[in-house]
């Protein structure tokens, strides 16, 4: 299993050979010190690696129906954290 480095999916890629710019850099550098709000969530639900696994399977497979046992697996434990919390 792979682990993203705490990066997710939905984030801006950069575009290979472009030419940095100045403002561009600057820019990129202010984002790689504030948190993905949606990272640090995950991070904090206790299922981490279940969401990465998920990923994981999703690229491989590029279909949904193929990645139901980690689409289960990961809501259960979202499910059982969100109990947690309400106790």
Same mark, same amino acid.
């Given at each position: 299993?792979?682990?993203? *480095? *705490?990066?997710?999916?939905? *984030?801006n890629?950069?575009? %290979?050979? %472009?030419?940095? /710019?100045?403002?561009?850099? +600057? +820019?990129? %550098?202010?984002? %790689?010190?504030? +948190? =993905?709000?949606? =990272?640090?969530? !995950?991070?904090?639900? *206790? ?7 998920l990923?994981?399977?999703?690229? +491989? ?8 046992d980690?689409?289960?697996?990961f809501k259960?434990? !979202?499910? /059982? ?7």
């Open positions: 299993m792979s682990h993203h *480095g *705490g990066k997710s999916f939905h *984030g890629r950069k575009r %290979e050979n %472009e030419p940095p /710019q100045k403002d561009k850099v +600057e +820019e990129d %550098e202010d984002e %790689e010190e504030e +948190e =993905d709000p949606f =990272d640090s969530r !995950i991070q904090k639900s *206790g299922c981490a690696d279940l969401h990465y696994a990923l994981d399977c999703f690229q +491989e497979y590029k279909d949904w129906r193929k990645c139901q980690h689409v289960k697996a259960e434990c !979202i499910d /059982q954290q969100n109990k947690q919390k309400k106790s």
